[in-house]
């Protein structure tokens, strides 16, 4: 079973930066790697329904992102290293709560993905961000 494992959480002051990773691991299928999976990250503040952050295609050709992060987030990956990686900047308030990384099996298509949630069928267990001074 895939295996998704978030760090580089923690608490930052507004307008800090930090780097979230995901390690993916668990490909169990011969043949079958991360170039196969589409990656998003996505988050939840207390109360609040999980919402899509980024996400990035098996290529890494395609990026999205949610209105509220662009120009301040970007995702990326290395394959070879079975890794993503979100880098966030000028973080805010706003942009407290857990973050998970999830990747989606796409194996025919290499050029799309999704900022939705339902599209997503393995979840790491999350990475707590706090912005606060």
């Known amino acids: 079973q895939l295996q998704l494992v978030e760090s580089g959480g923690g608490l930052v002051q507004p307008g800090g930066s930090l780097r979230l990773s995901c390690v993916v691991s668990g490909f169990t299928v011969s043949g079958v790697t991360l170039v196969h999976y589409a990656i998003g990250w996505f988050r939840q503040a207390p109360g609040k329904e999980r919402e899509g952050v980024s996400c990035i295609s098996r290529s890494g050709g395609i990026t999205n992102y949610a209105d509220s992060v662009k120009g301040r987030f970007t995702i990326s990956r290395d394959n070879a290293k079975n890794m993503v990686y979100l880098q966030m900047n000028s973080l805010k308030p706003e942009d407290t709560a857990v973050y998970y990384c999830?990747?989606?099996?796409?194996?025919?298509?290499?050029?799309?993905?999704?900022?939705?949630?339902?599209?997503?069928?393995?979840w790491g267990q999350g990475t707590q961000v706090t912005v606060s001074s």
């Open positions: 999830a990747a989606d099996f796409r194996p025919f298509q290499s050029s799309v993905c999704y900022v939705k949630p339902a599209e997503y069928e393995n």
